[in-house]
């Protein structure tokens, strides 16, 4: 299963990038948005590949804690981002991709996957649509501080 949002911001791929490598601790992760509660980089930089990181957020009125490693960067273009062992089983690997459109402006784009039959994905369906809200609500914001951010 894939859950995909996209937005177009008027911007280019350089400071959508730059403002992503900026979330280096819990302000500017609430900065991105509300339902953000924690994020602290545990090794490296922020999403640099190898980098592992720690956050807590607010999905369908719910806090969830994770971690994540970031398996591949390719600078203002693609973050690709996994939980470690064993729930990347389940989950095995969400991405944002900035893709160019034309000049000062782009496609953000977030997926995240999920192996889950259909009993699964009915059970948990109010999960999935806060899931889809979260991404939706994120690219929205994300949108509104970049094109405003002076970086």
């Known amino acids: ?56 957020e607010y999905l369908h009125g719910k806090i969830h804690k994770a971690k994540f490693i970031c398996t591949k960067v390719v600078p203002n273009r693609l973050i690709q981002y996994r939980p470690p062992f064993p729930l990347s089983i389940i989950f095995p690997g969400n991405q944002f991709i900035i893709d160019p459109i034309d000049e000062g402006n782009c496609i953000f784009t977030a997926t995240v996957r999920a192996r889950m039959g259909p009993l699964v994905k009915r059970l948990n369906k109010r999960q999935l649509e806060g899931v889809k809200k979260h991404m939706k609500e994120e690219g929205e914001n994300l949108k509104a501080v970049v094109e405003d951010w002076e970086n």
């Open 1 to 56: 299963m894939t859950i995909t949002d996209s937005i177009k911001i008027k911007a280019p791929p350089e400071k959508i990038f730059n403002f992503l490598i900026s979330l280096k601790d819990t302000e500017s992760y609430k900065a991105w948005h509300p339902d953000h509660v924690v994020m602290r980089w545990i090794k490296g930089e922020p999403f640099a590949e190898g980098s592992k990181a720690y956050f807590e």
